[in-house]
């Protein structure tokens, strides 16, 4: 494994709670570097755990493991709660939070909120005024200002464990929101080049033209850096395994693959679905003892912090 990279898992967060727990504690036995809870209230007719509450807990039920969303949605939260959310996690976890956050795509869950579907456009905006906000927010600054969406009076939130703050993942595939990850973001994280659809964990296009479009999406984001002095070296690169013809976790060729592929274009963390897509959607089950077997063998061999089974 080269120096530097990172494997993470994402959890949907539907009950039971225990579950996910259980599952947490193995993938940091495991030497798993962080987990991820995506934000979702109505996708494929299921029902889900609020995840900045389910952080909090996991906090408490892991001691190494990194915690964070993939990603949190703009619309049910101000940046003040957020931030909010996001320092007490900080302090309930000694320091172990990430914040990811993107624009989101259509729908994105409004009508249960309330509020009006937002064009791209706007929600690009919005993300960058959400941007600027929490990254002062987020250090335990005094903050007063007025954007185009969000304003801030007097804001003054408790101090982070993590200087200067938590660190700020924003996922990306468009020219505008490419931008905001040069301008404000620790971390990029990408889809790998597959695009939204409805269908849940169904590839739409190769994993060739996935890798093409990333290369793409790549010297977007360096030539932005450019343009505003960045060295592009200093925003972190994420790849979810998302919509993958073979999943990454079945097999250590299929796993080298993927994580090869990407880390050709400077990739240096991957995040995988534990459990897997199909496990969670079509055949809505857990891991079947191969399943886990098999990962267990992957992070044998190419995981620096791998742990002896309990």
Same mark, same amino acid.
């Given at each position: 494994?080269?120096?530097?990279?990172?494997?993470?898992?994402?959890?949907?967060?539907?009950?039971?709670?225990?579950?996910?727990?259980?599952?947490?504690?193995?993938?940091?036995?495991?030497?798993?570097?962080?987990?991820?809870?995506?934000?979702?209230?109505?996708?494929?007719?299921?029902?889900?755990?609020?995840?900045?509450?389910?952080?909090?807990?996991?906090?408490?039920?892991?001691?190494?493991?990194?915690?964070?969303?993939?990603?949190?949605?703009?619309?049910?939260?101000?940046?003040?709660?957020?931030?909010?959310?996001?320092?007490?996690?900080?302090?309930?976890?000694?320091?172990?939070?990430?914040?990811?956050?993107?624009?989101?795509?259509?729908?994105?869950?409004?009508?249960?909120?309330?509020?009006?579907?937002?064009?791209?456009?706007?929600?690009?905006?919005?993300?960058?005024?959400?941007?600027?906000?929490?990254?002062?927010?987020?250090?335990?600054?005094?903050?007063?200002?007025?954007?185009?969406?969000?304003?801030?009076?007097?804001?003054?939130?408790?101090?982070?464990?993590?200087?200067?703050?938590?660190?700020?993942?924003?996922?990306?595939?468009?020219?505008?929101?490419?931008?905001?990850?040069?301008?404000?973001?620790?971390?990029?994280?990408?889809?790998?080049?597959?695009?939204?659809?409805?269908?849940?964990?169904?590839?739409?296009?190769?994993?060739?033209?996935? $890798?093409? @479009?990333? %290369? =793409?999406?790549? &010297? #977007?984001?360096? /030539?932005?850096?450019?343009?505003?002095? !960045?060295?592009?070296?200093?925003?972190?690169?994420?790849?979810?395994?998302?919509?993958?013809?073979?999943?990454?976790?079945?097999?250590?060729?299929?796993?080298?693959?993927?994580?090869?592929?990407?880390?050709?274009?400077?990739?240096?963390?991957?995040?995988?679905?534990?459990?897997?897509? $199909?496990? @969670?959607? %079509? =055949?809505?089950? &857990? #891991?079947?003892? /191969?399943?886990?077997?098999?990962?267990? !063998?992957?992070?044998?061999?190419?995981?620096?912090?791998?742990?002896?089974?309990?």
């Amino acid at each position: 494994m080269p120096r530097g990279q990172r494997f993470d898992i994402l959890s949907f967060p539907m009950p039971d709670y225990d579950a996910i727990e259980r599952e947490w504690q193995w993938a940091e036995r495991l030497g798993f570097d962080q987990g991820w809870i995506p934000e979702t209230w109505t996708m494929s007719n299921r029902s889900y755990l609020e995840p900045w509450t389910i952080l909090s807990a996991l906090a408490r039920a892991t001691s190494t493991l990194r915690l964070g969303t993939l990603v949190a949605l703009l619309v049910p939260r101000h940046p003040t709660l957020l931030a909010g959310h996001v320092l007490t996690v900080d302090q309930v976890s000694k320091g172990r939070v990430e914040l990811g956050i993107g624009a989101g795509d259509v729908p994105t869950d409004s009508g249960i909120f309330g509020t009006a579907q937002w064009s791209a456009g706007e929600r690009v905006e919005r993300l960058e005024d959400q941007l600027q906000l929490l990254d002062a927010l987020l250090r335990g600054r005094s903050v007063t200002s007025t954007g185009r969406h969000y304003s801030v009076t007097g804001a003054h939130l408790p101090e982070p464990v993590q200087r200067p703050r938590p660190p700020l993942v924003v996922a990306a595939e468009g020219r505008k929101s490419l931008r905001l990850v040069a301008r404000h973001a620790d971390a990029w994280v990408t889809l790998g080049g597959q695009p939204q659809t409805p269908e849940r964990g169904v590839p739409t296009i190769s994993e060739a033209e996935g $890798l093409r @479009t990333t %290369r =793409e999406r790549v &010297g #977007m984001l360096e /030539s932005d850096c450019r343009e505003i002095g !960045r060295d592009p070296r200093e925003i972190r690169r994420i790849v979810l395994a998302y919509r993958r013809h073979v999943d990454p976790l079945s097999s250590l060729e299929a796993f080298d693959e993927f994580v090869g592929s990407y880390a050709e274009m400077g990739f240096e963390e991957f995040v995988f679905y534990w459990p897997s897509i $199909l496990a @969670t959607f %079509r =055949e809505q089950r &857990g #891991m079947t003892a /191969s399943e886990r077997s098999t990962a267990e !063998r992957i992070a044998a061999v190419r995981f620096s912090k791998a742990q002896p089974r309990a």
